[in-house]
C-alpha cells in the first residue's frame, strides 16, 4: 500500500488549511493513505498517529506546493 509525493503533499496542505496543523511529511502519507481509501474505509473508525513536527519540513514543502 503506498501513496505518490504529490499525494502526500495535498494531504499536508489539506490538514494545515482545514485544521490548522501542520503535520510531518512522514505523517502526511498515512493520511493520505486514508483520503485515497476512505471509500473503503466506510463505516470504520480511522486513527491516525501524526508523529513528528512539521513545521522542520516547511523549507521543503515551501517550494513544492
Known sequence: MTVNDQQALAAFKMLARREGIIPAL????AV???L???D???GQNILVNLS???DKDMAIVGGLI
Open 26 to 29: 512522514e505523517s502526511s502519507h
Open 52 to 54: 513528528g513536527r512539521g
Open 36 to 38: 485515497e481509501n476512505a
Open 32 to 34: 493520505a493513505w486514508v
Open 40 to 42: 473503503d474505509l466506510q
